[in-house]
């Protein structure tokens, strides 16, 4: 599904080297995560793979399903079936939440030649996926984020996913500023996404949120490269010890 | 990019009502086209005699010529203003035409079915409800034929002449009088003579005295005291004959307790020759009535280059003659290569209350100096200004404001809020408030914001499959949302539509 050789990254505008030779390779109905401590590049490599600007890929390659990602524009990887949930969500006042799910929804529907879908047809089944990541109607109708707590915006970035139904979901961070009862909620709301034909890379600083997401395989990322992969039990070692220790062992 | 602003920067929050409809209608400029109607026309240039000619070709008595006459004399005193920051070539007014009429008009039709069917077809082409079009056409049994959402009754001004007044019944029956001034003024000189020029005085302006020299025609609205007027009111106006300059006239009279809904739109097809308008609106408020003026305006805004966009000179202005009279200006400038245009309230009227809502977008090298007055001369008046700057490529946009606050209104409020949203960084916004206050105890607040178009929004909007411009449209839509909730709803749609198409090709 998703494959990644041999990434640099450098700022656009800056002499600034942040990803360093990424090699990370994530079949169909796999969980991965990603930790590493602050900076190492975990953001950014999120941003690389869906298409932002002012970063510029040096060497190497990034796929989907056999797809050259890099040469897509950002929409296009969306409706190719990659998702981002952002560590940050951002803000859009006077666009009402709804408005945007069903334009986004439309959108990628309209890309990948498929029917779009009509406004009863659409309101149904949002409401029955909000219903689930216990978003009421109030907050469907305000505009995009705007207001949201930190926590209700990362559950309406597990919204949008669960509407668009991507094929690879990265979430960057989805846990961080949950309360205990959320964080079951965005589990929840993962879980029964997983699927033989989805993927997902999820970057985190916990193993709260890998309780209830059995990841199956972990990587270590630390400046930019991922140094070091393993099972679960990898990231149980990072709660436990840090990355002292794991990162001393790889140099 | 240049700002010109006094207060600091911030990006606004947005209202929490959830959009309408989603943008659509990309494509190239949408109503660039040209109808092949004959036209006639009277020899290019102004004197006394074009505007005898023009008075002559309206059937209209000797008074209304007199009136023009006196207002061509002042004009020809007057010299063109210069104070806006807008940026043309000199206009020769005398290689304009002052009068043009789609020759199949000579002779009025006896119905609708006489209607040049060419005619038919621009309506289409303007996206004017099926109903009405069913009803312009002349289809039997159409009036009785069940509205899609809320009626609207359309005066069609194709270039100079009215030809077709719709829904004219029903309007009768309310005692509301809804058609051409040169109707009016032939029908009903007592309104015409009471009212004309009351609110805009001939001697105005530079570009309303030629106005009242040389209107061609326009609409007439009078509404009887304590009626509600039982449909919105809705006027197409297209510029059709080259290099043809309009001049239209509208008078609006909302009588003691009475309350109408206006709606003007227009569009332009593409031509390479800079085309001069200069209407005047007109409309005058009595105690306890309401007006509702909407505009959503897209005229050939010219090439990439500018090049054969109308130049519209507009003056509007309401008059809220008596106490508490209440007119509400909700306009969309999205068009024209140079707009010179401010909707204006008198709150004369005890309790009196004024409303502007703008948009205004300009694109590649559009210029908009636009903006409104709300002159406070009655005690305990309102007034609040909502102005959405929006600008791309090229173009200049100035919101110039002015509030006055006389001695004798005590205890008045304005509030204004003057957002401008930048797109790319060759393109300049400016905020011009004039605030004067001439008593202690009214209050005028001023807020003002520029931002530009914010590159994660946009990365957010395409992140989850919604390409560049459809992004920006949307970004856009929501910046104006606002203005847009005061819109009728059929405008409304159109509207974010027409943000859509002028702001194609600003991005990317
Ligand atoms: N646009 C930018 N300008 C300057 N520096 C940048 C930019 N984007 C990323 N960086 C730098 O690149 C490095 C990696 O940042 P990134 O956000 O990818 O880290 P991260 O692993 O996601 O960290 P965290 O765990 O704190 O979220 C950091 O040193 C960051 O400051
Ligand atoms: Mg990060």
Redesign the interface.
Known sequence: MLEIKNLHVKLEDEDKQILNGVDLTVPAGEVHAIMGPNGSGKSTLSYVL????GYQVTEGEASLDGHDLLDM???E???AGL??A?QY????????N???L???????RK?RGEEELSSAEFLKLVREKAKTLKIDGEML???VN??FSGGEKKRNEIL?MAM?EPRMCILDETDSGLDVDAMRLVADGVNALRSPERSFLVITHYQRLLDHIKPDVVHIMSAGRIVKTGGPELALEVERNGYGDLLAEVG | MSVETGEAIE?????????VE??QNMGSYKYGWDTEIEMDYAPKGINEDIVRLISEKNAEPEWMLEWRLAAFRRWQTMVEPKWAMLNYPVIDYQDQYYYARPKSMAVKPKSLDEVDPKLLATYEKLGIPLKEQMILAGIEGAEGAPAEGRKVAVDAVFDSVSVGTTFKDELAKAGVIFCSISEAIREHPELVKKYLGSVVPQSDNFFATLNSAVFSDGSFVYVPPGTRCPMELSTYFRINAENTGQFERTLIIADKGAYVSYLEGCTAPKRDVAQLHAAVVEIVILEDAEVKYSTVQNWFPGDEEGKGGIYNFVTKRADCREARAKVMWTQVETGSAITWKYPSCILRGEESQGEFYSIAIANNMQQADTGTKMIHLGKNTRSRIVSKGISAGKAQNTYRGLVSMHPRATNSRNYTQCDSLLIGDQCGAHTVPYIEVKNTSSRVEHEATTSKV????L??????????E?AVA??V??????VLQALPMEFAMEAQSLVAISLEGSVG
Do not use: H, M, W
């Open positions: 869906s298409g932002r600007d524009e950002p929409e990887r969306a409706s998702f981002l952002f969500p951002v803000e859009i006042p006077g666009v009402g709804l408005t945007f069903r334009t986004a929804l439309n959108a990628q890309a109708k305000r505009p705007v207001g949008q668009l | 990006v606004r929050e947005g209202v929490d009502r959830e959009t989603t943008v914010d590159d994660d929004q990365f957010y909007c395409r992140a989850r499959g919604i390409d560049e459809a949307l970004v839509n929501g910046f104006c949302r606002e």
